[in-house]
Nanobody
């Protein structure tokens, strides 16, 4: 069983930045997803275990960057130019297929509890 713990959420103004982190040990591909109020959970970004492969939702391309430090068992989501529509609970997820870096939620085996990101207008 893999325990995932997200940190770094909070309240930020439009145009601001936040960095989310997720601690996870083991050889896993990692993804970030989010659920906005009244909406379905959606894909944000993903990274393979090696870090060589990444994928992003169109809505965050150019603003968000996913990265990982395997020596510290940590995955980060750096978010810039935040918009009110980025307000959501953000979840990290782990996939036992270490080479995967995609958006299919069913591929991910483990999920964190989520961290709230609120962007004020």
């Amino acid at each position: 069983q893999v325990q995932l713990v997200e940190t770094g959420g909070g309240l930020v103004q439009t145009g601001g930045s936040l960095r989310l982190s997720c601690a996870a040990s083991g050889r896993y591909a990692m993804g970030w997803f989010r659920r906005a109020p009244g909406k379905e959970r959606e894909f944000v970004a993903a990274i393979s275990w090696s870090g060589r492969s990444t994928d992003y939702a169109d809505s965050v391309k150019g603003r968000f960057t996913i990265s990982r430090d395997n020596a510290k068992n940590t995955v980060h989501l750096q978010m810039h130019s935040l918009k009110p529509e980025d307000t959501a609970v953000y979840y990290c997820a782990a996939d036992g297929d270490a080479s995967y870096s995609g958006s299919r939620q069913s591929k991910y085996d483990y999920w964190g509890q989520g961290t709230q990101v609120t962007v004020s207008s």
